[in-house]
T-cell receptor, first 119, second 117 residues
Framework: GAVVSQHPSWVICKSGTSVKIECRSL??????MFWYRQFPKQSLMLMAT?????????EQGVEKDKFLINHASLTLSTLTVTSAHPEDSSFYIC???????????????FGPGTRLTVT | AQTVTQSQPEMSVQEAETVTLSCTYD???????LFWYKQPPSRQMILVIR??????QNATENRFSVNFQKAAKSFSLKISDSQLGDTAMYFC??????????????FGTGTRLTIIP
């Protein structure tokens, strides 16, 4: 299957600083990308949906000024956690979706995730 | 809004045995997809199997098969001849059908499956 990469895989930052996480679709063009947050032993919580060249759509309760999403190209989306605090520590997963393929369906692939620790 | 319920937080089974994971969902949509995803300790999400709601035939992928009961809104996953590598968190997920590609996945709370040697 197709590959989605995330960088970095693990980041530690100090409270008050900002950190950027990159998500790349390596061998396909992603018309839509998704960002999820996952707490230990819990399910994935969708944070936002982004389409290339347009503003992201945030889920209710997600602060768009804190979690900045940029989908600048069909292969790259970034999530910037601004003024990070310890409560932002979590596992962040991106997912990239292809355009519609045969049968009217599209495939969705997940990145390996980024562990963010804010001290 | 759609909801996905997984009522089994944890399960364990002996290697080579068969195990069934339960999932129920609630929706008023007629066009939708259902999925089972696996998240092993590496935390990489892996698609196990997909079912289109309009298909009556249950999907199968090697040792993995589903029992899709549309009227009952039930979508269980059966793993046959379980292997140690099947140890993982399993998430059931729902997605509305769309031509636009923006529809989001709604995940259940997950079932932690442990295969015992």
């Amino acid at each position: 299957g197709a590959v989605v990469s995330q960088h970095p895989s693990w980041v530690i930052c100090k409270s008050g600083t900002s950190v950027k996480i990159e998500c790349r679709s390596l061998d396909f063009q992603a018309t839509t990308m998704f960002w999820y947050r996952q707490f230990p032993k819990q399910s994935l919580m969708l944070m936002a949906t982004s389409n290339e060249g347009s503003k992201a759509t945030y889920e209710q309760g997600v602060e768009k000024d804190k979690f900045l999403i940029n989908h600048a190209s069909l292969t790259l989306s970034t999530l910037t956690v601004t003024s990070a605090h310890p409560e932002d520590s979590s596992f962040y997963i991106c997912s990239a979706r292809t355009g519609v393929i045969a049968g009217g369906y599209y495939e969705q692939y997940f990145g390996p995730g980024t562990r963010l620790t804010v001290t | 809004a759609q909801t996905v319920t997984q009522s089994q937080p944890e399960m364990s089974v002996q290697e080579a045995e068969t195990v069934t994971l339960s999932c129920t969902y609630d929706t008023s949509e007629n066009n939708y997809y259902l999925f089972w995803y696996k998240q092993p300790p590496s935390r990489q999400m892996i698609l196990v199997i997909r079912q289109e709601a309009y298909k009556q035939q249950n999907a199968t992928e090697n040792r993995f098969s589903v029992n899709f009961q549309k009227a009952a809104k039930s979508f269980s996953l059966k793993i046959s001849d379980s292997q140690l590598g099947d140890t993982a968190m399993y998430f059931c997920a729902f997605m509305k059908g769309s031509n636009f590609g923006n529809e989001k996945l709604t995940f259940g709370t997950g079932t932690r499956l442990t295969i015992i040697p």
